[in-house]
C-alpha cells in the first residue's frame, strides 16, 4: 500500500515541471509560461509589484493574444507584406534595444567617472555667485535718468516696477536672485563682478537688451550640490555619452555605398 502511494506522488511530481510549462492550451495550442515570465518581467522593470492578481492578469491577457492570434492567422493576415514589414522593424528594435543594454552592462559607469565629471562641474561652476537686481530700459538717458533719482534717495526697488522693461524681474524690484557672474551677458557680468556688497553702477551698462542698472545686494562663494546629490543625474548622463559614442563608432566602421 504504501509502495503503490510512493509511486503516486513520484508520478505527479515528475508530471508537475510538464504542466508548469504552460499557462494554458487554447484549441489545442500551447501557451508557454515563458511569455509569462517575459511581460512579468516588463512589469517589474515598470515599477509596478508583480502580485497574484497581476499574475492572473497577465495569464488573461496572453491567452486572449492567443485566441486573437490564431484568427489572424485562419484569415491568412500573417501572410500579408504589411505583416511581415511590421514584424521585421519590430525585429530590429527588440535586438537593437538588446544591444545597447548589452553595452552598457559591459561598460558600466564607475564612480571614479562621476568623480571626474563632479570635479569638472565644480570647476566649472565653483567661484562667488551674486545676488544682483537691476532694471533695465530702452536708452541711456533713461538709465542716467534713474541714476541720479536713486542717488538722491529713490527706490531702486520702486523705480524697477515702475520702469524695468524685463517682465520676470522688474515685477519683483529688480531682484535676479543668485547666480553666477557667468550666467549673465558678457556686458553685464563684468560691470556686476566689479561691484562689492551694496554697490550700484555709477554709469548704465549697455547690452543686446538695451541699458542696464545694476547693484549687488550680496556675494557669497558658489553653493554647489554635494556628489551624492548629482550622482544619478551625472551617471546617467556619462551613460547616455557612453552609448552617443558607441554607436558612433560603428557608424563610422561600417561600409556605406
Known sequence: MKKHMLSAALVALLAAPA???NIAVVNGKPVPSSRAAALKQQVEASGRPVTPEVMEQIKQELVAREIFMQEARARGLDASDEYKNQIELARQTILIRQLFADFQKKNPVTDADVAAEY????AANGGKEFRARHILVETEDQAKALIADIKKGGSFE????????DPGSGANGGDLDWAAAGSYVPEFSAAM??????EMTDAPVKSQFGFHIIRVDDVREAQLPKIDEVKPQITQQLQQQKLAKYQDDLRSKAKIK
Not at 193 to 198: C, E, F
Open 158 to 165: 520702486e523705480l524697477a516696477k515702475k520702469h524695468s522693461k
Open 193 to 198: 563682478a566689479k561691484l562689492a556688497k551694496g
Open 119 to 122: 570635479a569638472k562641474f565644480t
Open 19 to 21: 504542466f508548469a510549462q
